[in-house]
C-alpha cells in the first residue's frame, strides 16, 4: 500500500511540476505560417551608370538605343514567424529562397542578360491588426528589408558579348505589407492571405576579361503574393 502511495504521489509532483505544452490559441503570443508565395517583379532598368566604350560601339551597331530589362517571376515556399506585442500591434519575419533570371527588353528584347539569381529577402515588418473580436483580422505593416543577392551568371547573350562574369548587389529597401488572418475554431489554427510590395533597386555589374564594361540600377520593386495556412499559440 505504501508503494502505490508513495509511486501516486510522485507521479502528482511530476505533473505539477513538468512544463505546460504549448497550446493554440487565437489570441496566442507567437504564430507561425507556410505559405505559398507568387514572386512578381520588374527588373526594369532604371539608369545606365556607365558603358564602355567598345561594348557600347557594339550595341549601337547591333541597332540597340533603348536598353531595358525585365525578371522573371516565381513561386517559392515561404515560412513566417510573428510575435504579437498586443491584439493589434505586432512584428513578423520571413524566411524563403527565390531564384530568377533577367532577360533584356525593348531594343534587347528575346536575349539573356542573368542567370540563375538567387535572392534572399531578409524582411521584418511592424503590423497593425483590426480586431473586433471575431475570427477575421485584416492588417496592414510596414518595415525595412535587405535583398540578399548571390550565384548570379552571365546570360547567353551576355557571354556571347564576352562578359565572363556578373554581379547584382545586396539591396537595402522597404516593403509594404496588407492582409487578412482569419482564424479557424479557437484551436489557433487559421488561413493566412498576404500581400507586400516591395521598393528595391540593385546594381548589376558586367565584367569582360576582369574590367567593368557596363554598370545598371534596375527597379527590381517585387509584389509579393501569399496564402497559406497559420497556427497561434
Request: aromatic share 6%; glycine share 10%.
Amino acid at each position: 500500500m505504501r508503494k502505490t502511495t508513495m509511486i501516486a504521489l510522485l507521479a502528482t509532483a511530476t505533473a505539477l511540476t513538468a512544463p505546460p505544452a504549448l497550446a493554440g490559441s487565437r489570441d496566442g503570443k507567437l504564430q507561425v505560417k507556410v505559405l505559398g508565395t507568387a514572386v512578381l517583379p520588374d527588373g526594369e532598368i532604371d539608369k545606365v551608370k556607365s558603358i564602355d566604350p567598345a561594348l557600347g560601339s557594339t550595341l549601337t551597331g547591333m541597332g540597340v538605343t533603348d536598353v531595358d530589362a525585365k525578371a522573371n517571376d516565381n513561386v517559392v515556399p515561404t515560412l513566417a514567424l510573428e510575435y504579437f506585442f498586443s491584439k493589434t500591434i505586432s512584428v513578423e519575419t520571413i524566411c524563403c529562397l527565390t531564384q530568377h533570371h533577367v532577360n533584356g527588353a525593348a531594343d534587347l528584347a528575346g536575349t539573356r542578360l542573368v542567370n540563375h539569381v538567387l535572392i534572399l529577402p531578409a524582411t521584418v515588418t511592424f503590423k497593425a491588426h483590426l480586431d473586433n473580436g471575431g475570427p477575421i483580422k485584416p492588417y496592414v505593416g510596414a518595415g525595412p528589408s535587405v535583398f540578399f543577392v548571390f550565384d548570379e551568371k552571365p546570360g547567353a547573350t551576355a557571354a556571347a558579348l564576352g562578359v565572363d562574369r556578373v554581379k547584382m548587389s545586396n539591396a537595402l529597401g522597404v516593403a509594404l505589407q496588407a492582409g487578412v488572418d482569419i482564424a479557424l475554431g479557437q484551436n489557433g489554427y487559421g488561413l493566412s492571405l498576404d500581400a507586400k510590395k516591395y521598393f528595391i533597386e540593385p546594381t548589376a555589374s558586367f565584367y569582360a576579361d576582369g574590367a567593368k564594361v557596363l554598370e545598371t540600377r534596375h527597379n527590381l520593386n517585387p509584389w509579393v503574393l501569399s496564402a497559406g495556412v497559420s497556427y497561434r499559440f
